[in-house]
C-alpha cells in the first residue's frame, strides 16, 4: 500500500524501521520570527555526512496541528545515519554537493561523536531568544515505539511519556524547557502506514528575510506536468501555495507522492535560484492525525457524521456554522470558497465532516466534507384547488392549512402545490482551495489516487471491482470525482 514511486527510489521503505544505524530526532527549533527545523536538518545531513552516510530519507513528521502552544506546522524532523550498504540515490544538493543516502546501514561505532555534532548544530542554529522555542535532539539506536507517533499525532503527550518510550536506548539532550523532546521521540516513532514526499529547497542566507522570487507562470506550468505533486497552486484564489510567507530560508516546498518526480518537478519552477534543496518523506498529506473512532474531544481531530438539524448560518467574520447532529461546525473565513458549499447545505441532509476539535467556543473545524446524502427539499407554488368551487383555497395561518372560500371546505396543509428545489451540490467530497489546506489533511487528490489505484488492483486481481474504503465515496461509485468537479464549480467566484 505505502509503495508508491519508482523503483530507482527507495520507494520500498515499507519495512518500518531499519535496524542498525542510528535515529536522530530534532524538535522545536525554530520560531515564528525564523529559522526552521528542516533548514536544520539540512545543516546536520552536510555536517553529519563528512563522516557517515546518511540512511534512507530524512523523514519531516507533522505532529497534532491543534496542540495550543503550537502556532505553525508543528514538524519534527527525523534522520538516520550509519556505514551505508546497499543501493545509493542522490536526495537533495547542497551548495553544488549532492547529499547521497543508502538503503540500508551499520550502526557507527562512535556514538558520542554523532552526539556532539548533533549537538553543536543545534545549539548554533536555534532560536534560544524565543521564549516559546525550546529544543531538543535525541540519538537513539533503536527508534521510539510507534505508539508514541500515534498519541503525538492524534494527542497530547507529556514530556515523561516521551522519554519513558525511548528508555534505556537514547542519548537525549534537552534545552529550555525541553519540550522539543516529545516532537524528537515522536518523530523516530514513526512506522509509515502511509506517506508523502517534499522537496524542499532553500534560499542563499543573503536573502532570507526578503521577497521571494517565483515565477507564478513556471508553478502552474510544475502543476500540470506533474500529476504526482498536490498543493502546488490555488487556482481558486489565483495563489502560490508552494513558498511559505514567514522569513524562513525556506524558497519553496513540492509535496507528492513520487519522489522520484520531484527533482525534475523543483527544476521547472523558475525564479530565485536555491542555495540547497533536500527530498523529506512525510506524513502531510496523510490525514493520519484523524483519530478514528473515539468521541469529539478538545484539540482532537475526528470525524462526525449525522444530519445537519440547524440551517447553516452566517458569523461576524464570514465564517459559517451548522449543525450536524448534535455538535455545530464551522467553516471558518480562511476556508474561503469552501463555505459556498457549506452555506448549500440544509436541514435534512447527511453528511461527514473532518475536523478539529475547538474548545472555545465548542465546535468542530471543519477540514473536508462528505455530503453523504441530500434530503428533498420542496417549495410551495400554490394553496390547493376546490374542484367543486373551481376556485384555490385561502390560507388559515402558518401550518393550520386551507379553507375554500366558497364551499367552506377544509384542506390539510400538505394539500398545497410544491415543487422539487433544484440543489445546488451534489453528493461527495469537498475540501477548501489549496491554500487553506492543514499539512495533514489527505487531498481529495490523493484519495482519487488511492481509489483509481484499489479499483485498478481489484480488477487486475480479476475481481468485481469494489471500492476498498466505503466510507471514502460516500454512495456512489466514483462519486469523489464529480464531487471535485463540482467543489470547483460551485466555488469559483461569480465572473
Ligand atoms: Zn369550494
Given amino acids: 500500500m505505502n509503495v508508491r514511486g519508482s523503483d530507482g527510489y527507495f520507494s520500498s521503505f515499507g519495512l518500518g524501521w531499519l535496524p542498525m544505524v542510528l535515529w536522530i530526532g530534532v524538535d ?10 528542516t533548514f536544520l536538518a539540512t545543516e546536520l545531513v552536510s555536517e553529519l555526512t563528512d563522516d557517515y552516510d546518511l540512511i534512507g530519507y530524512p523523514r519531516l513528521v507533522r505532529l497534532n496541528p491543534n496542540i495550543p502552544w503550537k502556532t505553525r506546522g508543528n514538524g519534527a524532523i527525523s534522520i538516520r545515519v550509519g556505514k551505508g550498504r546497499g543501493a545509493i540515490q542522490t536526495l537533495g544538493g547542497i551548495r553544488g554537493r549532492p547529499v547521497r543516502s543508502h538503503l540500508r546501514g551499520d550502526s557507527p561505532s562512535d556514538v558520542t561523536e554523532v552526539v556532539e555534532r548533533v549537538a553543536r548544530c543545534v545549539e548554533r542554529l536555534s532560536r534560544f531568544d524565543d521564549p516559546t522555542t ?52 515522536a518523530a523516530t516513532a514513526w512506522r509509515p502506514r502511509d506517506r508523502t514526499y517534499e522537496v524542499l529547497t532553500y534560499r ?22 506533474f500529476p504526482s505533486t498536490f498543493n502546488n497552486y490555488d487556482y481558486e484564489n489565483d495563489r502560490v501555495v508552494i513558498a511559505p510567507h514567514s522569513p524562513c530560508p525556506v524558497l519553496f516546498g513540492i509535496r507528492g507522492d513520487d519522489p522520484s518526480e520531484l527533482p525534475a518537478a523543483m527544476a521547472t519552477v523558475k525564479g530565485e535560484v536555491p542555495d540547497r534543496w533536500l ?32 440551517s447553516p448560518r452566517v458569523l461576524p467574520g464570514g465564517h459559517v456554522v451548522l449543525r450536524i447532529g448534535d455538535m455545530d461546525a464551522t467553516a471558518y473565513e480562511p476556508s474561503k470558497q469552501f463555505r459556498t458549499l457549506v452555506k448549500a447545505l440544509g436541514v435534512g441532509d447527511r453528511v461527514q465532516a473532518i475536523g478539529a476539535v475547538r474548545k472555545l467556543p465548542w465546535t468542530l473545524n471543519i477540514e473536508k466534507l462528505n455530503v453523504v446524502s441530500l434530503a428533498l427539499v420542496q417549495k410551495k407554488v400554490g394553496n390547493p384547488w376546490c374542484a367543486r368551487c373551481l376556485r384555490r383555497a385561502k390560507s388559515m395561518g402558518h401550518e393550520r392549512g386551507y379553507r375554500c372560500p366558497g364551499c367552506r371546505a377544509r384542506f390539510p396543509t400538505s394539500a398545497g402545490t410544491f415543487v422539487r428545489v433544484e440543489r445546488k451540490l451534489e453528493p461527495g467530497w469537498y475540501e477548501p482551495p489549496v491554500g ?15 481509489e483509481a489505484e484499489a479499483l485498478a488492483a481489484s480488477s487486475r486481481a480479476g475481481e468485481r471491482p469494489r471500492l476498498v474504503r466505503r466510507d471514502l465515496v460516500g454512495l456512489r461509485d466514483l462519486g469523489l470525482g464529480t464531487a471535485a468537479r463540482s467543489a470547483r464549480r460551485l466555488s469559483r467566484p461569480a465572473p
Fill in 28 to 37: 522545536d527549533t525554530d520560531s515564528l520570527q525564523g529559522m526552521c527545523t
Fill in 134 to 185: 525550546n529544543p531538543a535532539f535525541v540519538v537513539l539506536n533503536k527508534p521510539a515505539a510507534p505508539s508514541l507517533y500515534w498519541k503525538a499525532v492524534r494527542g497530547v503527550v507529556g514530556q515523561r511519556t516521551a522519554l519513558a518510550a525511548v528508555r534505556g536506548k537514547a542519548t537525549i539532550r534537552r534545552y529550555k524547557s525541553g519540550r522539543g523532546v516529545i516532537g524528537a521521540c
Fill in 204 to 225: 542563499h542566507p543573503d536573502r532570507w528575510g526578503t521577497e521571494r522570487w517565483i515565477d507564478r507562470d513556471s508553478v502552474i506550468q510544475m502543476d500540470r506536468r
Fill in 279 to 310: 527530498i523529506f518523506e512525510t506524513n502531510q498529506g496523510t490525514d493520519d492525525h484523524v483519530s478514528p473512532h473515539s468521541a469529539p474531544q478538545a484539540g482532537t481531530t475526528v470525524r462526525i457524521r449525522g444530519n445537519v438539524r440547524l
Fill in 436 to 450: 487553506s489546506r492543514r499539512h495533514l489533511s489527505k487531498p481529495l487528490k490523493r484519495m482519487r489516487r488511492e
